[in-house]
């Protein structure tokens, strides 16, 4: 590693010590790097006073020849034309060396000027990169990040139009995120279908110059595409197409390769990300709910009836709270099993959702017992409506490996009002002591923790 960079760095002096003595020879001086400008004009004056010097010694010699040159001797005649030519050849001499100098110099100014621009665009591209690096590790939903990716991708390569495929299964091939006119044909592809697949299959990105369309014409069209693998995983393909008028050449497609590396680190952290927070939506979920039924625990319960009670504090409304036990469901368990009996709760649970308010909330307490508070009620009345749906929804015969099951369900009610107000505890205790007196009355019914009076329905209160 030391001796290369040595070496790199004693060309790269080499080169600018050259382009000064160069420059020094055709006698361009004032700059530390001249310009291809100051060679034309160097060599439009060298070329001048070439012509200049020639056009000097043909008229001396023509002067000579016409002013008696018939009186000089055959020796002094001799010396004159040999003098005369060695003249000759030493200006074409000097002319022509200069020239060579000068058309070296200019091909040392053209490869600096190309490495110049070289550089330029790679310090463009890396800035690029760099940018969109720190952007793409500050994004974590998904959706963003590919959306990121692919407006850098056409900020680095000037594209048209492009698309990056996500892997999803183990050989399915799904467009995840578009921009610019993107043909939806090949929405899905499946390993040993078109570019793509090639390219995941190989872990080589794929440069494509020109195309065949469908009259049998070859269309000048440029497009890249490479794979986002991160830690030997594919996750999936990122495609460009440039404009009509851009062609990509290798260089491009190492800068885009380089760019997917970047690009492949921001969506394995993005699924990560999406990853840990289902799994944390979930496991929020469990700490609240009924593993069995999906219904609410005791814990989610007694967060809404705090809720509830304290709406009834701040205004004038009712909460109510509907204590239900499924009648006899203890033969369920012992004559079809307990595996039909939990089917039978989490369809007793469906059936109570299904019946009650958007606002209302169905929580179990354990067994066979639920309990559904009531907010924002007018008064009892309305707690009492919500139970009949409830005792209606349970009449109806369950689904069991042995036939439909007819099972019933004993109901109490207990309502707290700013004219009646109760504590959580205290209104769950007389809503299940209600629940208890309607099953000694004969159970499937409804009874009211309040003092005795006339449903409508007819149920006894």
Not at 73 to 90: D, E, K, P, Q, S
Not at 152 to 180: H, K, Q, T
Not at 414 to 435: F, Q
Request: proline share 3%.
């Amino acid at each position: 590693m030391t001796g290369s960079s040595m070496d790199g760095s004693q060309g790269e002096v080499q080169g600018i010590s050259l382009l000064e003595r160069e420059a020094r020879i055709v006698g361009i001086k004032g700059f530390s790097t001249p310009s291809l400008e100051a060679v034309d004009r160097r060599r439009s004056q060298l070329w001048t006073v070439a012509f200049a010097g020639l056009a000097s010694l043909a008229a001396a010699v023509g002067l000579l020849t016409s002013a008696g040159g018939h009186h000089l001797g055959f020796a002094n005649r001799l010396g004159f034309r040999i003098g005369t030519v060695v003249l000759v050849m030493a200006l074409a001499g000097y002319v022509m060396e200069k020239e060579r100098h000068l058309r070296r110099l200019s091909t040392l100014l053209v490869n600096e000027r190309v490495l110049g621009a070289a550089l330029s665009n790679r310090l463009k591209e890396l800035a690029v990169l760099y940018e969109a690096g720190k952007a793409l590790n500050s994004v974590l939903v998904i959706d963003e990040v590919l959306q990121l990716i692919l407006s850098s991708a056409f900020e680095l390569l000037e594209a048209s139009s492009g698309y990056i495929m996500l892997l999803e299964g183990p050989d399915n091939l799904v467009v995840s995120c578009r921009a610019g006119v993107v043909s939806e044909d090949g929405e899905h592809l499946e390993f040993g279908e078109g570019i793509a697949s090639r390219v995941m299959r190989d872990r080589e990105p794929l440069l494509i110059q020109g195309t065949v369309s469908d009259n049998g014409r070859l269309e000048r069209e440029s497009s890249v595409c490479v794979p986002l693998i991160h830690r030997g995983d594919v996750l999936g393909v990122l495609i460009l197409k440039g404009a009509a008028d851009h062609v990509y050449s290798e260089h491009d497609l190492r800068a885009v390769s380089l760019f997917a590396d970047h690009a492949a680190i921001a969506v394995a952290n993005a699924r990560l990300y999406e990853a840990e927070r289902a799994l944390s939506v979930q496991l929020s979920h469990q700490v609240v709910h009924d593993p069995l039924t999906g219904a609410a625990n005791r814990v989610l319960v007694s967060d809404r009836m705090a809720h509830a009670l304290a709406r009834v504090r701040r205004a004038e409304c009712s909460m109510a709270v509907l204590f239900i036990d499924v009648d006899d469901f203890k033969l369920v368990n012992d004559e079809l099993g307990h595996g039909v009996g939990d089917s039978v709760l989490t369809a007793i649970a469906q059936r109570l959702s299904a019946c009650v308010r958007p606002s209302d909330t169905v929580g179990r307490f354990g067994g066979d017992e639920f309990v559904v508070v009531c907010e924002d009620l007018i008064d009892e009345a309305g707690a009492l409506d919500i139970a009949e749906r409830v005792l209606e929804a349970l009449q109806e015969p369950f689904s069991t490996p042995a036939g439909g099951r007819m099972l019933s369900a004993s109901i109490g009610v207990a309502t707290c009002n700013i004219h009646n107000p109760m504590e959580a505890d205290s209104l769950i205790r007389a809503a299940d002591r209600a629940m208890y007196r309607a099953k000694m009355e004969g159970k499937a019914r409804i009874m009211s923790a309040h003092p005795p009076a006339v449903h409508p329905s007819g149920f006894a209160p």
